[in-house]
T-cell receptor, first 117, second 115 residues
Framework: NAGVMQNPRHLVRRRGQEARLRCSPM?????VYWYRQLPEEGLKFMVY????????ESGMPKERFSAEFPKEGPSILRIQQVVRGDSAAYFC???????????????FGAGSRLTVL | AQKITQTQPGMFVQEKEAVTLDCTYD???????LFWYKQPSSGEMIFLIY??????QNATEGRYSLNFQKARKSANLVISASQLGDSAMYFC????????????FGAGTRLFVKA
């Protein structure tokens, strides 16, 4: 198991286009999280999902952003009609489940770097 | 209000010396978890150490230890015998029930290790 897999690693889009970022969690992990990181800043929580269920989307912008984690296949973060301000690194992480225990340490993917021209 | 506060944007340490990176947190939960992650210039996020709120002993992992002071709500990371490869961003994070079990991160501290 190669851990959390994100693709694409780099994505360039023109303003108004759509960006789709994919994340396959670590084997055995049922919880997926998406974070956004602007240059020289920390990670901002966006959304937390289980299979077929959004647990917490309090960090998602109200418009243009959506996320899903279908029964089969990877989790997808979708950004419609991208703007320059969407340029950032988007990290996906997975964990075993809920709770605060060390068993629920987040394992991160390498990130997807979106550039909007 | 900030849930996780890292007050040191940047820190310098001489190679082979110890360094402490500060982290304070805010929660009303009794049960929560605290984490430290490292982000080198290559960009990946690397888990370093975990401390549970009920753990009586401070967590240690090799050269990393977490100085957990529950009453002061602080969870400082101590790196002993710094190495050049320790130069990176370091993020403190917390996971709590009130937050719906999502993990939230501080703004980070950039550590520079000098030869």
């Amino acid at each position: 198991n190669a851990g959390v897999m994100q693709n694409p690693r780099h994505l360039v889009r023109r303003r108004g286009q759509e960006a789709r970022l994919r994340c396959s969690p670590m084997k055995g992990h049922s919880h997926v999280y998406w974070y956004r990181q602007l240059p020289e800043e920390g990670l901002k929580f966006m959304v937390y999902l289980q299979k077929e269920n959004i647990i917490d989307e309090s960090g998602m912008p109200k418009e243009r952003f959506s996320a899903e984690f279908p029964k089969e296949g990877p989790s997808i973060l979708r950004i419609q009609q991208v703007v320059r301000g969407d340029s950032a690194a988007y990290f996906c992480a997975s964990s075993l489940g809920q709770g605060q225990s060390g068993a629920n340490v987040l394992t991160f993917g390498a990130g997807s770097r979106l550039t909007v021209l | 209000a900030q849930k996780i506060t890292q007050t040191q944007p940047g820190m310098f340490v001489q190679e082979k010396e110890a360094v402490t990176l500060d982290c304070t947190y805010d929660t009303s939960d009794q049960s929560y978890g605290l984490f430290w992650y490292k982000q080198p210039s290559s960009g990946e996020m690397i888990f370093l150490i975990y401390q549970g709120s009920y753990d009586e002993q401070n967590a240690t992992e090799g050269r990393y230890s977490l100085n957990f002071q529950k009453a002061r709500k602080s969870a400082n990371l101590v790196i002993s015998a710094s190495q050049l490869g320790d130069s990176a961003m370091y993020f403190c994070a917390m996971r709590e029930r009130t937050g719906g079990f999502k993990t939230i991160f501080g703004a980070g501290t950039r550590l520079f290790v000098k030869a």
